[in-house]
């Protein structure tokens, strides 16, 4: 197991453009966990998977945002229509029940 | 509003230096988290501290949670270059999700 894979690495996109971007956890997590960081500041909480299932979505997660786990192993994170103050790092974590390993993060630039 | 408040925001001292990270809240968390992050990379788990006054030690590192399980701090001593880094402080309430704090940019010059 090499840990919590992100892919891309990095996504250079221009604004009113839609991304993807997905997360492959630690094969025997079943919670998920995406989340934001901004320059300077620490990630923020955007949404939580309990297998397949949706548990929680931040405020922050606007319609524009959208979250899957179709089938309780990888997720995508959708953004449409891209803004510039979308432009952060994107994180996932799995975890078993207590304890999170992070992947290495998406690099999200809207120009 | 910040629930996790760390200070200092940035801290340079000289190698050989001992220094303290506090992290404070007026919340309770069930658990606390220390991790260290470097540039363009996801946190990585230095610790985790579960009950109130609990202190646990990493080589250098001695992690400490407050006693009403609102606080916590991190201390290093005799710092080196290669503890140069982003440090977080999160709080987790009921194993749902983790609350950060805006982290401490710690430097340790040669």
């Known amino acids: 197991d090499t840990g919590v894979s992100q892919d891309p690495r990095h996504k250079i996109t221009k604004r009113g453009q839609n991304v993807t971007f997905r997360c492959d956890p630690i094969?025997?997590?079943?919670?998920l966990y995406w989340y934001r960081q901004t320059l300077g500041q620490g990630p923020e909480f955007l949404t939580y998977?309990?297998?397949?299932?949706?548990?929680?979505k931040s405020r922050l997660l606007s319609d524009r945002f959208s979250a899957e786990r179709p089938k309780g192993s990888f997720s995508t994170l959708e953004i449409q229509r891209t803004e510039q103050g979308d432009s952060a790092m994107y994180l996932c974590?799995?975890?078993?029940?207590?304890?999170?390993?992070f992947g290495s993060g998406t690099r999200l630039t809207v120009v | 509003t910040q629930l996790l408040e760390q200070s200092p925001q940035f801290l340079s001292i000289q190698e050989g230096e001992n220094l303290t990270v506090y992290c404070n809240s007026s919340?309770?968390?069930?658990?606390l988290q220390w991790y260290r992050q470097e540039p363009g990379e996801g946190p990585v788990l230095l610790v985790t501290?579960?009950?109130?006054?609990e202190v646990k030690k990493l080589k250098r590192l001695t992690f400490q949670f407050g006693d009403a399980r609102k606080d916590s701090s991190l201390h290093i001593t005799a710092a080196q270059p290669g503890d140069t880094g982003l440090y977080l402080c999160?709080?987790?309430?009921?194993?749902?999700?983790?609350?950060f704090g805006q982290g401490t940019r710690l430097t340790i010059n040669p």
């Open positions: 999160a709080g987790e309430r009921g194993a749902q999700k983790l609350v």
């Open positions: 974590a799995s975890s078993p029940q207590w304890g999170y390993t």
């Open positions: 998977f309990q297998n397949e299932a949706q548990l929680e």
């Open positions: 919340s309770v968390f069930s658990s």
């Open positions: 094969s025997e997590h079943n919670r």
């Open positions: 501290v579960v009950t109130g006054g």
